[in-house]
């Protein structure tokens, strides 16, 4: 395997174990600086998560643009540094305000993923770029396995153990980048900066106006959304519905991540054959409208998990619609679409969280007009025939690229 996909894997699933071994402790290390009950808690998980989206929805283009500027791995390298310093800050944070700015911190330079696709792009010939957008998707669906299994150990040890955790893997990864790494972006592909099409606004606007574009990127806006549900309050679902411990809710984490990376790094080449990019786009959320029904009103926590690997085969939309767009864009602005899909699934963590939270607790409340810890995933049910509706509405036109 050539160093730099394998170092774009190892980036990218090092990225998903940072975050997936925070997600079993968020809930009692919210409680345990802040105070109040687990209703609480998922509104202050919402507001850290969503601020950590909002600082990415408006840097993602930026960073996206500075990598065809200045080459990806300055951006990747500084990226690592910075994320490796903030875990560090945020293990040590003693109030929900400095929890807070870590988000701040951290969202403005997670760039490491818009990177890493940016970077597989340059690698990937156009045919083969879906497949190989797939094999990240399978890197960050390992990490996502691995990061809530070692969270779920850790979190025995106390709830900073998995932010000391993922400062050394961000730190070790930066170690690794730093020998392996090789520049992709040559002089002759350098495009110039420009501010106007280097934030969230002008690149969508610019993008926009490519053939199909547009619709693509309510699409991929919408599955995110509707796929924000699971990291927004699967803690706290759990926690409610099943009476699930930490070390349980890491555990069922790694089941839906590792069927993931089944799904984005094998089962997509197969669907890619057999159903070709749009068949494969509209199975998808085939797939992930039954589960989101199924999951709205399951009652057992063992039928949950069984439901996993039909929710995870909703992971072939992503790679698949970035494919189709990646092809309509040229070789020199790869970074600037995948900061425009940074910004697209980073609006949606802005959205998502408070939204996917605050109906978490208006439905488990003590007033609550209904029981229903499950009304999050049918709110993700309705955005997910929404964005289907869309996709097969768009104009079948040919790459422009």
Same mark, same amino acid.
Not at 170 to 177: D, E, Q, S
Not at 232 to 241: A, P
Not at 318 to 331: H, K, V
């Given at each position: 395997?050539?160093?730099?996909?394998?170092?774009?894997?190892?980036?990218?699933?090092?990225?998903?174990?940072?975050?997936?071994?925070?997600?079993?402790?968020?809930?009692?290390?919210?409680?345990?600086?802040?105070?109040?009950?687990?209703?609480?808690?998922?509104?202050?998980?919402?507001?850290?998560?969503?601020?950590?989206?909002?600082?990415?929805?408006?840097?993602?283009?930026?960073?996206?643009?500075?990598?065809?500027?200045?080459?990806?791995?300055?951006?990747?390298?500084?990226?690592?540094?910075?994320?490796?310093?903030?875990?560090?800050?945020?293990?040590?944070?003693?109030?929900?305000?400095?929890?807070?700015?870590?988000?701040?911190?951290?969202?403005?330079?997670?760039?490491?993923?818009?990177?890493?696709?940016?970077?597989?792009?340059?690698?990937?010939?156009?045919?083969?770029?879906?497949?190989?957008?797939?094999?990240?998707?399978?890197?960050?669906? +390992?990490?996502? %396995?691995? /990061?809530? @299994? &070692?969270?779920?150990? =850790? #979190?025995?040890? $106390?709830? *900073?153990?998995?932010?000391? !955790?993922?400062?050394?893997?961000?730190?070790?990864?930066?170690?690794?980048?730093?020998?392996?790494?090789?520049?992709?972006?040559?002089?002759?592909?350098?495009?110039?900066?420009?501010?106007?099409?280097?934030?969230?606004?002008?690149?969508?606007?610019?993008?926009?106006?490519?053939?199909?574009?547009?619709?693509?990127?309510?699409?991929?806006?919408?599955?995110?959304?509707?796929?924000?549900?699971?990291?927004?309050?699967?803690?706290?679902?759990?926690?409610?519905?099943?009476?699930?411990?930490?070390?349980?809710?890491?555990?069922?984490?790694?089941?839906?991540?590792?069927? +993931?990376?089944? %799904?984005? /790094?094998? @089962? &997509?080449?197969?669907? =890619? #054959?057999?159903? $070709?990019? *749009?068949?494969?786009?509209? !199975?998808?959320?085939?797939?992930?409208?039954?589960?989101?029904?199924?999951?709205?009103?399951?009652?057992?926590?063992?039928?949950?998990?069984?439901?996993?690997?039909?929710?995870?085969?909703?992971?072939?939309?992503?790679?698949?619609?970035?494919?189709?767009?990646?092809?309509?864009?040229?070789?020199?602005?790869?970074?600037?679409?995948?900061?425009?899909?940074?910004?697209?699934?980073?609006?949606?963590?802005?959205?998502?969280?408070?939204?996917?939270?605050?109906?978490?607790?208006?439905?488990?409340?003590?007033?609550?007009?209904?029981?229903l810890p499950g009304a999050p995933f049918v709110l993700a049910l309705a955005l997910t025939l929404l964005g289907l509706v869309f996709f097969l509405l768009r104009p079948r036109r040919q790459p422009v690229a």
């Amino acid at each position: 395997m050539n160093p730099t996909v394998l170092f774009i894997m190892i980036t990218v699933m090092i990225d998903a174990m940072g975050i997936g071994l925070m997600v079993p402790v968020m809930p009692d290390l919210i409680r345990e600086v802040n105070g109040g009950g687990l209703s609480e808690a998922a509104i202050w998980g919402g507001i850290l998560t969503t601020t950590f989206a909002f600082m990415q929805f408006l840097c993602g283009p930026t960073v996206g643009s500075l990598s065809d500027r200045c080459g990806r791995r300055p951006v990747l390298l500084i990226s690592l540094a910075v994320m490796a310093a903030d875990y560090v800050v945020m293990a040590l944070a003693g109030s929900i305000w400095l929890l807070l700015a870590g988000r701040i911190v951290g969202g403005i330079t997670a760039a490491t993923q818009s990177t890493a696709y940016a970077l597989m792009a340059d690698l990937s010939a156009p045919e083969h770029r879906t497949r190989n957008f797939g094999l990240i998707g399978a890197a960050f669906g +390992m990490g996502f %396995v691995l /990061g809530p @299994l &070692i969270g779920g150990v =850790l #979190a025995e040890y $106390g709830t *900073r153990a998995p932010f000391w !955790a993922a400062a050394a893997l961000a730190g070790g990864n930066l170690l690794l980048g730093s020998i392996v790494l090789k520049e992709t972006v040559t002089p002759e592909m350098a495009r110039p900066f420009d501010w106007r099409r280097a934030n969230p606004f002008g690149v969508v606007k610019h993008l926009g106006k490519l053939p199909g574009v547009r619709q693509l990127l309510l699409v991929y806006f919408l599955y995110h959304v509707a796929f924000a549900v699971y990291p927004s309050v699967w803690s706290y679902f759990g926690q409610e519905r099943f009476g699930w411990t930490p070390a349980m809710i890491g555990f069922s984490l790694a089941l839906f991540g590792l069927i +993931m990376a089944l %799904v984005q /790094g094998g @089962l &997509i080449r197969a669907a =890619l #054959a057999w159903l $070709g990019e *749009r068949g494969t786009v509209v !199975a998808g959320h085939l797939f992930a409208a039954l589960a989101y029904l199924s999951l709205g009103f399951v009652t057992s926590g063992t039928l949950a998990l069984i439901l996993t690997p039909l929710a995870a085969l909703a992971g072939v939309i992503p790679p698949a619609l970035n494919g189709i767009m990646s092809a309509r864009i040229a070789a020199n602005a790869q970074g600037e679409l995948q900061g425009a899909l940074t910004s697209a699934a980073s609006l949606a963590m802005i959205l998502s969280p408070l939204v996917m939270t605050a109906t978490f607790a208006r439905f488990t409340a003590e007033d609550a007009p209904l029981y229903l810890p499950g009304a999050p995933f049918v709110l993700a049910l309705a955005l997910t025939l929404l964005g289907l509706v869309f996709f097969l509405l768009r104009p079948r036109r040919q790459p422009v690229a």
